[in-house]
């Protein structure tokens, strides 16, 4: 039976504890997200068309151009960005990779391995020893601790798509700068009168084109907070119930620090190499996909590689479902385990 009084005190005590890191981690996601919108529009501004006019004056597309650019090494960076179903000619998919930037991954694990490991913290220094002296149950420190990581990583999330989203609002519209005149002129010259023909004919198309590309859609970057939440809540569940076994928050914090990191490496690894494919739902980062929430191609992850080509979850779902697990796996090993004297 849930005491709701005492619930409500143990996520206060929380709530004072973590306030200042969960303000301070709200500004660096949504600076980030921010931040990540603003660079991105002199890309899209003046780059990005240097590069499709370049690759215009020799008849060549832009999915020629990307066969060359993540070609061999560049494979790897193609896999950071989404893979191939980010398509890097339209705005929306270019500034979507700020949702699976290592930046934004790393920040997510810092916090999860902060709040996994608390409970283990107040273990070996002492306050839970203080605490449980007072009329709590090690299952009711345990479950406040779960609901505060629930209240906030969907925090969190929004913090970090909103700040995206406020950022792609600031920049829209995406206006293509022309070249200067000098430059124009050189490339005119240099091209054959039938490729300057051609080109004639079929500016109204490309102009078409250009609008649909450039199109943004600020309030759909909200639509992947649930995945970013679900991921943090993934990996603090996970860092709970693996330091529940623990003594010391220290070497707990460098063991889960080294398995995040494989695992992340692991995932982006094994799409590189194919005969490692099976290793990639093994790993938490296999479903995650903020991308196709924010894109609105479906949050599903399908078992190819396993080969169970009919079987297809959500992502959130199992990230949400890691979580759980984790957490629950932890309050069982805290509720029977001994209590040692604080380090």
């Known amino acids: 039976m849930i005491r709701l009084d005492s619930l409500g005190l143990l996520l206060g005590r929380l709530g004072r504890d973590w306030r200042g890191w969960l303000f301070g981690f709200s500004l660096l996601f949504s600076g980030f ?38 070609e061999g090494p560049g494979k790897m960076l193609r896999t950071l960005i989404g893979g191939e179903r980010v398509n890097l000619e339209n705005a929306m998919d270019v500034l979507s990779v700020a949702l699976v930037h290592p930046l934004m991954v790393g920040l997510a694990g810092l916090w999860a391995l902060g709040r996994g490991t608390a409970l283990l913290g107040e273990l070996d220094r002492g306050p839970l020893e203080l605490l449980l002296s007072q009329p709590v149950s090690r299952r009711m420190v ?4 779960t609901l505060f990581d629930a209240i906030c990583w969907p925090l969190l999330g929004l913090a970090f798509t909103c700040g995206m989203a406020a950022g792609v609002w600031w920049i829209d519209p995406i206006v293509e700068k022309p070249l200067s005149s000098e430059v124009q002129s050189k490339m005119q010259g240099a091209r054959p009168w039938w ?44 860092s709970f119930g693996v330091a529940a076994f623990g003594r010391s928050r220290f070497q707990m914090l460098g063991l889960l620090a080294t398995c995040f990191f494989m695992m992340y490496l692991a995932n982006l690894l094994a799409q590189l190499y194919e005969p490692m494919g099976w290793v990639r739902p093994l790993t938490v980062f296999y479903y995650y996909h903020p991308q196709e929430m924010a894109l609105g191609l479906g949050g599903l992850v399908s078992f190819n590689e396993w080969g ?19 957490y629950g796996c932890g309050t069982w090993q805290m509720v029977r385990r001994d209590l040692p004297v604080p380090l």
């Open 308 to 326: 169970l080509q009919g079987v297809r979850l959500p992502g959130l779902a199992v990230l949400v479902g890691l979580g759980v697990v984790g």
């Open 195 to 238: 490729l300057r023909l051609d080109s004639l004919l079929k500016t109204q198309t490309t102009q078409e084109g250009a609008n649909k590309r450039l199109e943004l859609r600020p309030l759909d970057f909200l639509k992947a907070a649930p995945v970013v939440a679900g991921l943090g809540f993934a990996l603090s569940g996970l």
């Open 33 to 70: 997200g921010l931040l990540w919108a603003l660079v991105m529009r002199r890309t899209l501004e003046q780059v990005a068309p240097f590069f499709r006019l370049m690759a215009s004056q020799s008849g060549l597309g832009s999915k020629d151009i990307e066969s060359v650019v993540f």
């Open 142 to 145: 345990a479950f406040a601790h």
